[in-house]
């Protein structure tokens, strides 16, 4: 498609649809595996219990991912061949190539369309979206489909020396449908994108020991699992949530209270309650789930826009943020005209 270089479109979210393993790891499956506790893992993440895939059987990125894009697809009263991109924010791969959005487009029968992944962790949907705006916005392209998915679960280590990871991470993906409108009020308002290289050390998975922070004490055990320091995300975290909050409203001239949902990753319940207590947002603004699903990575975001569609909370002319922070360092938010 050429663009029109003469004018610019609205972009509206016009579906979502969610694509979940069956499988549930509760914190009680934990207890079995490590030294923990039920109550230990509740009162520092929030988490109730988490979706693991079937790797080894053929479950992976590409098959949620395409579930919830068909999920989408149908949201939305359209047809896969109305699809003329396809793009998925992952950092879990089937396999290096090709691409998840590649397997995703075949599955659906998509043949000869644009298919590209994202990789920026658990800011990626944040990310892709403020960029498909931008291509629907120019005329590029005219309906797109986004997906956040991710399957962590085969890069933990389910042990006690595992644990500060082990409890966080579950597997999903969750996908928008977003087209082109003549209605140029819909569409992206403001947003914020960051990243810091230099704090790649403290959220990472190893290719091999030499990627590993301290390469010399490395175990075997660790490569190829994820590494994480938890005091040292978890104050990142802290500092960067409500600051890419603040900065998105202030690009945009706007107040939190006039922000209708916070759409946030879903990290640590803890992070969100801060957040929601520093910006005085009701329980309403600031959806919670990661009790139920874990830390998703990039569908954490997209499972809880779809979770507030399927429940009727969201509605025409509301204002929406999303907001997501992760490994790379990224961090990032897109405020939202609907």
């Excluded at 944040?126 to 705006?133: D, G, K, N, Q, R």
């Excluded at 500060?164 to 992206?188: C, E, P, Q, W």
């Excluded at 699992?225 to 001239?253: H, S, W, Y």
């Excluded at 957040?275 to 990039?298: C, D, H, M, P, Q």
Aim: net charge negative.
């Amino acid at each position: 498609m050429t663009p029109n270089q003469s004018r610019q479109y609205g972009v509206e979210i016009i579906g979502s649809g969610n694509g979940l393993p069956a499988k549930r790891l509760t914190n009680a499956d934990l207890v079995k595996m490590m030294d923990t506790s039920e109550e230990w893992i509740v009162q520092r993440t929030g988490i109730e219990e988490r979706r693991v895939t079937d790797w080894d059987n053929g479950e992976k990125t590409a098959t949620l991912a395409t579930k919830a894009l068909r999920n989408a697809v149908d949201d939305a009263g359209i047809k896969p061949g109305d699809l003329d991109l396809i793009i998925v924010a992952t950092m879990t791969p089937n396999m290096p190539t090709p691409s998840v959005s590649c397997l995703v487009a075949a599955d659906l029968g998509c043949t000869g369309i644009a298919a590209i992944d994202f990789n920026a962790a658990c800011s990626g949907f944040v990310f892709s979206i403020s960029a498909v705006h931008e291509l629907i916005k120019g005329g590029m392209f005219k309906t797109v489909g986004l997906i956040g998915a991710d399957c962590l679960t085969q890069h933990i280590d389910y042990s006690t020396e595992g644990r500060t990871a082990s409890i966080l991470f579950g597997d999903g993906a969750s996908a928008v449908i977003l087209r082109r409108t003549d209605d140029l009020s819909k569409g992206l308002i403001s947003h914020a994108m960051h990243a810091d290289g230099g704090g790649s050390d403290i959220l990472l998975i190893p290719a091999d020991k030499n990627d590993h922070p301290d390469p010399a004490n490395c175990l075997d055990r660790e490569v190829g699992r994820v590494f994480m320091n938890g005091p040292a995300v978890f104050k990142f975290a802290v500092k960067k949530f409500p600051e890419v909050i603040q900065e998105t409203l202030d690009l945009a001239g706007l107040d939190a209270d006039q922000i209708d949902h916070f759409i946030c990753h879903q990290a640590n319940a803890r992070i969100l309650e801060a957040a929601r207590k520093r910006f005085g947002l009701s329980e309403e603004k600031l959806r919670i789930n990661i009790n139920k699903y874990g830390n998703t990575v990039a569908a954490s975001c997209p499972l809880v826009y779809n979770e507030l569609c399927t429940d009727g909370s969201i509605k025409p002319g509301q204002r929406i943020m999303f907001i997501a922070f992760g490994a790379g360092l990224t961090w990032g938010a897109s405020l939202w005209q609907l």
